[in-house]
């Protein structure tokens, strides 16, 4: 069933960075791919470090005739800023908010909640590493890792149970940069031939194309710029006698454009159907 948003807005919520502007990129990129489709009569895109603000976001929808904004995190985890920054700042008083105006503002699940991406990290990881045995490899899922909010881990972990379920790899597991296990330790806990890594992330941004490699030993040091990068086309690397295959970011797969608009219908079809992790603590 295709719902009808033709009188509806959607806002596509990022993270942004004052420091790289790829940060952004996937954001822009799929908000001018559901623009092209027409389904809704506006649709936005606001950020926590770039311009257009959140703050901003609350002005960008004065066209009239729109009745209904959906609110989209373009988020992997449902953490600190799903939870806290976004609610404060688009002044979210629950799932729907009644704006002076008389729009209603739905707040959507963020797009690493949806169930279609077990298929997309399986995806990333057969697309960087064709003709590779899952059997002889270990396949690492990398998030970021916080001690901000401790759901910050539950959307990694959770594919990584759904994809180990299926034991098509020889090893399914979850690294992160800031809390263990490590990505850095990555030799320790894998013993397969080939290794395959997927940034758990929205955009490429300099975890993915300068910190990461330095966790695992592809760069010594940080080095160019995000847009100056080819850490991605190098692959495989010869890493400690294994080969290592290194994806992007998921965030950047163009289908990220069909589960922003499936999380508003997701809300239009059920407004109370919610993951436990999402609502606690925030919203009514």
């Known amino acids: 069933m295709q719902y009808d948003f033709s009188s509806a807005g959607l806002l596509i919520v990022g993270h942004g960075s004052t420091v790289n502007p790829d940060s952004s990129a996937p954001s822009l990129a799929h908000a001018a791919e559901i623009r092209r489709r027409g389904r809704f009569a506006s649709v936005h895109c606001c950020f926590w470090k770039e311009e257009p603000s959140m703050r901003d976001a609350l002005l960008l929808f004065?066209?009239?005739?729109?009745?209904?904004?959906?609110?989209v995190p373009n988020f992997i985890s449902e953490g600190y800023f799903t939870q806290t920054i976004i609610p404060r700042e688009l002044e979210l008083s629950g799932r729907t908010t009644a704006r002076i105006s008389g729009?209603?503002?739905?707040?959507?699940?963020?797009?690493?909640?949806?169930?279609?991406?077990?298929?997309?990290?399986?995806?990333?990881?057969?697309?960087?590493?064709?003709g590779v045995l899952e059997s002889e490899t270990s396949l690492l899922i990398v998030g970021h890792g916080t001690s901000l909010n401790d759901n910050s881990a539950v959307a990694a972990k959770r594919e990584v149970e759904a994809i180990r379920l299926m034991n098509r790899y020889a090893a399914v597991l979850n690294t992160y940069m800031e809390e263990p296990p490590l990505v850095s330790d990555w030799q320790k806990f894998t013993d397969t031939p080939h290794v395959v890594v997927v940034p758990f992330f929205i955009s490429d941004g300099l975890h993915s194309y300068q910190d990461i490699p330095v966790l695992l030993g592809i760069q010594r040091e940080a080095t160019a710029a995000a847009s100056a990068q080819e850490v991605f086309r190098r692959n495989p690397y010869t890493l400690a006698g294994r080969s290592v295959h290194y994806a992007s970011a998921i965030g950047t797969e163009p289908k990220f454009a069909d589960i922003i608009i499936e999380q508003a219908e997701a809300f239009t079809r059920d407004p109370r159907s919610l993951s436990q992790n999402f609502a606690r603590g925030l919203v009514a």
């Open 103 to 130: 729009q209603m503002w739905q707040y959507c699940e963020p797009v690493g909640n949806h169930p279609a991406m077990t298929s997309l990290l399986l995806q990333r990881a057969h697309t960087v590493a064709p």
């Open 62 to 71: 004065e066209e009239a005739g729109t009745q209904v904004v959906y609110v």
